[in-house]
């Protein structure tokens, strides 16, 4: 059973920074492309990042790129997302998934506010 928690979210200023974790159990984590999507209450899922199996070829939505950077530890089972430069736009509900199957966790809240 696929398993994925994210940690690590919380209440920033802006500006601040904020480091996402995702643990994953229930696959073989190490040979699965990986992504970081977004959702603010009451609209879509936005794409924010994603990394492919062996961690080398990291992409990134234009709104995050340069901001943020997704990694992964696959020995843990862990990916990341660590985001700096937080702006009041970033404030969402950040979900890992894998990329092939959308199958994601339930979620940690980052809300960037003075």
């Known amino acids: 059973q696929v398993q994925l928690a994210e940690s690590g979210g919380g209440l920033v200023q802006p500006g601040g920074s904020l480091t996402l974790s995702c643990a994953a159990s229930g696959f073989a984590f190490r040979f699965y492309n990986m992504k970081w999507v977004r959702q603010v209450p009451g609209e879509g899922l936005e794409w924010v990042a994603s990394i492919n199996a062996n961690g080398d070829e990291p992409e990134y939505a234009n709104s995050v790129k340069g901001r943020f950077t997704i990694y992964r530890d696959n020995a843990k089972s862990s990916l990341f997302l660590q985001m700096d430069s937080l702006r009041p736009g970033d404030t969402a509900v950040y979900f890992c998934?894998?990329?092939?199957?959308?199958?994601r966790g339930q979620g940690t809240q980052v809300t960037v506010s003075s």
């Open positions: 998934a894998r990329s092939v199957d959308d199958a």
